[in-house]
């Protein structure tokens, strides 16, 4: 069973950055060949992408975060991170790690960011 970590979630002010990082267990190889993505959910809130890397290393984000987030992949490391800028309140929310490979899906336990105005 493959399990994914999130980490550096946390409390910043409007206008700060965070970095989330998120390690899945597992081979290297698996890793390499799998599309990984990170989601949130605001409360009250349906869960929403907010970017995406594919294997090959192309990725799309939200609209509501282009310029401000990017998402990286490190294949040696088995790590997917997420640089976050700009941070605005209506970005609070808890942000979860998501990796597919073929049919299967699986999903971090989310790490919380909370934006204070």
């Known amino acids: ?12 002010q409007a206008g700060g ?15 390499t060949a799998s599309d990984m993505a990170w989601y949130r959910q605001a409360p009250g809130k349906q869960r929403e992408l907010v970017a995406a890397i594919t294997r090959t290393s192309s990725v799309n984000s939200a609209d509501s975060v282009k310029g401000r987030f990017a998402i990286s992949r490190d294949n040696v490391k088995n790590t997917v991170s997420l640089q976050m800028t700009i941070l605005q309140p ?21 790490t919380a960011v909370t934006v204070s105005s």
């Open 17 to 31: 950055s965070l970095r989330l990082s998120c390690v899945s267990s597992g081979s290297r190889l698996l890793f």
């Open 90 to 110: 209506e970005d609070t929310a808890v942000y979860y790690c998501n990796r597919r490979l073929g049919h299967n899906a699986f999903w971090g336990q989310g």
């Open 1 to 12: 069973q493959v399990q994914l970590v999130e980490s550096g979630g946390g409390l910043v």
